[in-house]
């Protein structure tokens, strides 16, 4: 079903940033990549329905990447917590779960999340890729994906989106004030970055 926007602006914006695919798209995957972030317990439901919809394979490789950003600078890592939801609210098998406690920024989720992987025998041991992370922050991780070599074409992308907090959906992002500034600030942010070379626009 085509989605129809209220203005071709926030569709264009939308279509830009928002490039999660849904879960009827998704392909198995057998190795996982989660950006760290503040909305835990409801990325860890996520990541639990996604592992048994089979979207998450089995015997899959979860990589938990993140320590504390921002947002909670001197609190618990972003990873343990991450793990200990999973795990303890949802009843996931431990034996899935890598955490990477280094990473302060989505950029440096993929750099040392490359680092684990190449540990466990690279990208060429695994046919799909699925990265998740908030829904608005996916077009920016997909750019520092590419500048890193990861490959594109095993490369998935899933959304989560905390709809009891600044609700940053593709089909809400402008209905509030506070979802409209983070979204523009994301679009700024990837100028920035791009114009210093730390994303890949290719």
């Not at 996931?92 to 680092?115: D, G, V």
């Not at 004030?177 to 210093?196: F, H, M, S, T, W």
């Amino acid at each position: 079903m085509t989605i129809v926007y209220p203005s071709k602006t926030i569709q264009a914006i939308t279509e830009f940033l928002f490039i999660e695919q849904s879960v009827e798209e998704l392909k198995p995957s057998d190795l996982v990549l989660v950006l760290g972030n503040d909305f835990i317990d409801g990325t860890a439901k996520e990541i639990c329905g996604l592992h048994q919809a089979g979207i998450i394979a089995p015997h899959a490789k979860i990589i938990l990447s993140g320590a504390t950003g921002t947002l909670n600078a001197g609190q618990r890592s972003e990873c343990d917590s991450l793990y200990d939801s999973a795990t303890g609210n949802f009843h996931m098998p431990p034996e899935l779960f890598i955490k990477e406690r280094q990473a302060t920024n989505a950029y440096q989720n993929f750099l040392y999340s490359k680092q684990i992987i190449q540990e466990l025998g690279g990208f060429g041991r695994f046919t799909k890729i699925l990265c998740i992370g908030k829904a608005f922050l996916l077009r920016r991780a997909s750019m520092y994906a590419t500048k890193l070599e990861y490959p594109s074409a095993k490369m998935q992308y899933f959304g989560t989106v905390d709809s009891v907090g600044r609700n940053i959906g593709k089909n809400t992002w402008w209905k509030s004030d506070a979802a409209i500034e983070r979204v523009l600030a994301e679009i700024k942010r990837i100028g920035e970055y791009g114009l210093q070379g730390d994303l890949s626009i290719f």
